[in-house]
């Protein structure tokens, strides 16, 4: 049996092989439909090659379906062990924390207070003797 690529490639061409045979057709058919060699579409189908995006969307294409349809519930887990779990969003929001921190620390260290007027504000609002 050949080695699996990774379990998202099993997904995708599970999802390729039961629309092709859904529709009726062989493999030779669809590569020559998709411009993309049978012998890497039934690698693809097997799990054993993941599909690069050109040849997804020839794929799709040529199946008469969208693209994500291929890649429905594949997450970044499917491809193996991931370092850790963060997102874009995870980024940013502690890249503001950092930085809310830091203007907090600065503020601090000027003795400045946001909510007290400077001191030579105070004096000039004063009236003179």
């Known amino acids: 049996m050949a080695k699996i690529h990774s379990a998202a490639a099993l997904k995708i061409g599970k999802r390729v092989r039961e629309v092709r045979q859904h529709l009726g057709i062989s493999l030779e058919d669809l590569g020559e439909l998709a411009e993309v060699s049978w012998t890497s579409i039934g ?20 199946l008469g379906v969208d693209p994500g349809h291929l890649l429905a519930d594949v997450t970044a887990d499917d491809y193996g062990q991931r370092l850790h779990r963060l997102t874009a969003r995870d980024f940013i929001n502690a890249r503001a924390a950092r930085e809310k921190l830091a203007a ?4 601090d260290a000027s003795g400045v207070d946001d909510a007290t007027p400077p001191p030579e504000a105070t004096v000039a609002s004063q009236p003179a003797p």
């Open 43 to 62: 690698k693809i189908e097997r799990g054993a090659q993941s599909p690069n995006v050109e040849t997804l969307v020839r794929l799709a294409t040529a």
């Open 104 to 107: 907090g620390s600065a503020a």
